[in-house]
C-alpha cells in the first residue's frame, strides 16, 4: 500500500481551468488486534491512518492507550486471517501476557481527531505517572525543531497534506520522524518505532523510551491525546507550531509534561513546566 494516491483533478487558474494529475494523501482503515499466548487475536480499535509504519502505529497505540507497556510486547504483524483484501490494513500485536479487552473504555479514531475513550484526566493519571523531573533543554534548541522536521516531510512535499512528529535529543537532533494524515497517528508511529527498536535490543524490560525521547515536535496544535500519549511513553517536552488546548494544559500540569506552543521564527510560549526549559544558554 502507498502513502500516496494518483488522482486527475482540475485545476482552476485565472481564465482557464485544465484537467491534470494530482497527488493525494491516501487514508485507509487500520484495525488494531491484541493477542496473548495462546489466544486469538481480538479487535482493539480502527483508526484512518495513511499507510506505512503500520506496525509502529499498532504498538504506539497500545502503549500510548495505557493497554500495555513496552516490554509486553512480543510480535507485530499483519492479520493473516483477515479478508485477503484487507490483510494489509489489520495488524495483530502479540503480547507476552494474556490479552484482556477494556471495559470501561470504547475506541473509535478518525484522521482528524484522537482518541476520546477516557472519561478525562483522572483516568489518565491511574495508568500514567507523572513524568519526573529531568536534564532541561537548552532554550535555544526549541525554535530549530520545525525546519528540521518539515525537511523530513518526504510525503508532504508531494501532497501537502500530511501531519507529522519528530522525536528530538536535548541537542535538537532528530532521531525519529513519522508522518500521517492524522496527527495523533504520527505521534503513535513515533512512539511505536522507539518501542519496537527497545525490545527488540537486548534485555527489553524497559518501561519507557530510551533516553533519546527528550522532546516531541509535532506539526499541528497540542491536543489533551498528544499530551497524554508523551506522558505514557515517557517523553517530558512536546512542542508544536501551533496552540495547545486548555485541557492539554491542564493536562501537561498534572502529569509533569512541559508544552510549548506557536513555535515560529526565533519566539515560541511554555505553557506548563517551564523548568524544563533552560533560559541561562
Same mark, same amino acid.
Request: glycine residues 8%; contains cysteine; proline residues 9%.
Given at each position: 500500500m502507498r502513502a500516496v494516491t494518483d488522482v486527475r483533478a482540475v485545476k482552476v487558474r485565472p481564465g482557464r481551468s485544465l484537467e491534470l494529475p494530482d497527488r493525494l494523501?491516501?487514508?485507509?482503515?487500520?484495525? !488494531?488486534?491484541?493477542?496473548?499466548?495462546?489466544?486469538?487475536?481480538?479487535?482493539?480499535?480502527?483508526?484512518?491512518?495513511?499507510?506505512?509504519?503500520? $506496525?509502529?502505529?499498532?504498538? @504506539?497505540?497500545?502503549?500510548?492507550? @495505557? =493497554?500495555?507497556?513496552p516490554?509486553?510486547?512480543?510480535?507485530?504483524? #499483519?492479520?493473516?486471517?483477515?479478508?485477503?483484501?484487507?490483510? $494489509?490494513?489489520?495488524?495483530?500485536?502479540?503480547?507476552?501476557?494474556?490479552?484482556?479487552?477494556p471495559t470501561t473504555r470504547t475506541f473509535v479514531a478518525s484522521s482528524s481527531c484522537g482518541v476520546c475513550g477516557k472519561t478525562g484526566i483522572d483516568q489518565v493519571e491511574l495508568a500514567c505517572p507523572v513524568l519526573p523531573a529531568g536534564v532541561p533543554v537548552p532554550a535555544a534548541v526549541v525554535p530549530t525543531l520545525p525546519d528540521s522536521l518539515r525537511a523530513a516531510q518526504r510525503v508532504f512535499d508531494r501532497t501537502g497534506g500530511l501531519h507529522a512528529a519528530g522525536l528530538f535529543d536535548h541537542e535538537g537532533v532528530l532521531h525519529v520522524a513519522r508522518e500521517d494524515i492524522?496527527?495523533?497517528?504520527?505521534?503513535?508511529?513515533?512512539?511505536?518505532?522507539?518501542? =519496537?527498536?527497545?525490545?527488540? @535490543?537486548p534485555g527489553?524490560?524497559?518501561?519507557? &523510551?530510551?533516553?533519546?525521547?527528550?522532546?516531541?515536535? *509535532?506539526? %499541528?496544535?497540542?491536543?489533551?491525546e498528544i499530551v497524554q500519549k508523551v506522558a505514557m511513553? %515517557? !517523553?517530558?517536552?512536546?512542542?508544536? *507550531?501551533?496552540?495547545?488546548?486548555? &485541557?492539554? *494544559?491542564a493536562a501537561a500540569e498534572r502529569l509533569g509534561v512541559t508544552v510549548a506552543g506557536f513555535v515560529r521564527g526565533d519566539s #515560541?510560549? *511554555? #505553557?506548563?513546566?517551564?523548568?524544563? !526549559?533552560?533560559?541561562d544558554d
Open positions: 494523501t491516501t487514508e485507509e482503515p487500520l484495525e !488494531i488486534r491484541a493477542a496473548g499466548p495462546g489466544q486469538e487475536s481480538e479487535p482493539v480499535a480502527v483508526t484512518m491512518r495513511t499507510p506505512g509504519h503500520d $506496525f509502529e502505529l499498532a504498538v @504506539g497505540f497500545l502503549v500510548s492507550e @495505557g =493497554l500495555v507497556t516490554p509486553e510486547v512480543a510480535a507485530v504483524g #499483519y492479520c493473516d486471517a483477515a479478508d485477503p483484501d484487507n490483510r $494489509f490494513n489489520t495488524v495483530t500485536v502479540s503480547l507476552r501476557r494474556p490479552w484482556q479487552a492524522g496527527r495523533h497517528n504520527a505521534v503513535d508511529k513515533v512512539i511505536g518505532q522507539r518501542v =519496537l527498536e527497545a525490545v527488540g @535490543g527489553p524490560d524497559r518501561a519507557v &523510551l530510551p533516553p533519546a525521547a527528550a522532546l516531541l515536535m *509535532v506539526s %499541528g496544535r497540542v491536543s489533551f511513553a %515517557g !517523553i517530558p517536552v512536546v512542542a508544536a *507550531v501551533s496552540a495547545p488546548s486548555s &485541557l492539554a *494544559v #515560541y510560549t *511554555v #505553557y506548563s513546566h517551564p523548568e524544563r !526549559i533552560r533560559f
